[in-house]
């Protein structure tokens, strides 16, 4: 049977810089070491009914393993992470604790991030940008702090590394650069330590090799 087949942008608004969740997924197969594939998809076909029958909103990745096709990174993750030892403790209660850590990082900690980044992107001209973005980043704020409070001086967030910690860290990142993680210490040292991963290094070459090869930019 061939590796899985990920989705992912042909040209990436990110300009390579690992912040679609195509990323996540790349970094959960690597956690476990099993090999997989990547299709570019252009954002033309993303909207075509060929891909709609892969992914119903139209958006990537998805991920078709054998008679199995997925969209939503945190199920490809939290698949990858069931099939193959590596991403989730083998004692039950440890193991719940991990699959909570993912759903708290997709539902609690992303959006206000996500609003924030919209806020800066597609409202920065109106004239109640200011507050609007100053009630936003208040809103990541309140979710950095309780994160920051739980993580305390642990390395990771329940024990070892886990597709808990891979999926918060990837959220973090979008906050990358100088600005709110910054003022969370503990959580700029927690995302560098996901960062340095070995796995997770593997992963943002193949997404820059990627990138650079559909993008038309010298490797």
């Known amino acids: 049977?061939?590796?899985?087949?990920?989705?992912?942008?042909?040209?990436?608004?990110?300009g390579g810089q690992g912040m679609a969740r195509d990323m996540r997924v790349r970094w959960a197969f690597e956690e476990v070491g099993q090999p997989y594939r990547?299709?570019?998809?252009?954002?033309?076909?993303?909207?075509a009914p060929a891909h709609r029958t892969l992914h119903p909103f139209?958006?990537?990745?998805?991920c078709e393993d054998g008679d199995l096709t997925l969209f939503e990174s945190g199920a490809i993750v939290l698949h990858i992470a069931s099939r193959h030892?590596?991403?989730?403790?083998?004692?039950?209660?440890?193991r719940a604790r991990a699959i909570g850590w993912m759903f708290a990082a997709l539902s609690t900690v992303e959006p206000p991030i996500l609003d924030c980044e919209a806020a800066r992107y597609l409202e920065k001209d109106e004239p109640w940008f200011a507050p609007r973005l100053r009630a936003a980043e208040d809103r990541v704020r309140g979710r950095l702090g309780d994160l920051?409070?739980?993580l305390g001086r642990a390395d990771w967030l329940d024990g070892g590394f886990s597709a808990g910690d891979l999926m918060m860290a990837d959220v973090l990142r979008r906050l990358g650069g100088p600005g709110l993680l910054d003022e969370y210490?503990?959580?700029?040292?927690?995302?560098?330590?996901a960062e340095a991963r070995p796995a997770f290094r593997r992963a943002f070459a193949a997404q820059r090799a990627f990138f650079d090869a559909h993008s038309g930019r010298p490797g």
């Open 58 to 62: 139209g958006q990537i990745p998805t």
């Open 148 to 150: 920051s409070l739980r």
């Open 1 to 14: 049977m061939p590796p899985p087949m990920i989705t992912a942008f042909a040209h990436s608004p990110d």
């Open 38 to 47: 990547a299709r570019p998809v252009s954002f033309a076909a993303m909207k």
């Open 185 to 193: 210490p503990n959580l700029s040292a927690y995302v560098a330590r």
């Open 85 to 94: 030892a590596g991403l989730l403790p083998v004692e039950a209660n440890a």
